[in-house]
């Protein structure tokens, strides 16, 4: 749906440079299909917002922005990133624990997040957030309109645990997944 909506958005804005540049001097006419021929996603990558502007509870340093967030019972967990970051230079981080400790940190260095998640959005606009540590399967998820937020745990394809947000978490902020080597195209599949 989401790609249908930006190929329409593209398809109308080429049509109305079209338009323009019929009636335009030729220098103006170049700079119409310039703009027209422009990329619509943005050119590099970013993960959630800094610290400071954040509104919750979090497991996140002050120098990292939040990309995920939620309370689980007297549990916070988060996804946490560096900022910049890419696929081959700074992290992305999950982390859960009752603050001020943490349980849990995947991956446990801070490392390029390339090759350690998996980015997948469906066309009803959710987003899911995966991977596999120890043996255990994670999946990072955010329902768009719902408030059942959480993160499913499995073993051997088996659910082992599932730990549900109270109220809901926060929409996962993860922009071109792709660029992040998290994600086989721009919109996370």
């Keep these: 749906m ?3 909506a930006i190929t329409m958005g593209a398809t109308l804005i080429g049509l109305a440079g079209l338009a323009l540049a019929a009636s335009a001097p030729a ?32 497991q996140c340093d002050i120098n990292e922005n939040v990309a995920w967030s939620c309370k689980a019972g007297g549990k916070v967990i988060s996804v946490c990133a560096s900022d910049p ?41 959710d987003v899911a957030l995966s ?18 937020d959480g993160v499913i745990v499995s073993k051997g394809g088996k659910e082992v645990a ?3 947000c109270n109220g809901g978490g926060t929409g996962m902020q993860i922009v071109r997944p792709d660029l992040l080597g998290i994600a086989g195209s721009p919109y996370g599949n």
Excluded at 30 to 50: I, T
């Design 162 to 164: 599932h730990i549900r």
């Design 85 to 125: 970051v890419s696929g081959d230079e700074g992290y992305i981080q999950y982390r859960i624990g009752r603050p001020p400790r943490t349980e849990l940190v995947y991956p446990a260095r801070k490392v390029p997040p390339r090759g350690k998640f998996a980015f997948r959005l469906t066309p009803q606009g």
């Design 27 to 58: 220098a103006q006419t170049e700079q119409l299909e310039a703009a027209v021929d422009a990329p619509l996603l943005p050119d590099k990558p970013s993960v959630g917002m800094p610290l400071s502007d954040w509104f919750g509870a979090t």
């Design 2 to 4: 989401r790609k249908l």
């Design 131 to 148: 991977f596999s540590n120890g043996g255990y399967d994670y999946e990072v998820y955010d329902i768009l309109r719902s408030e059942e």
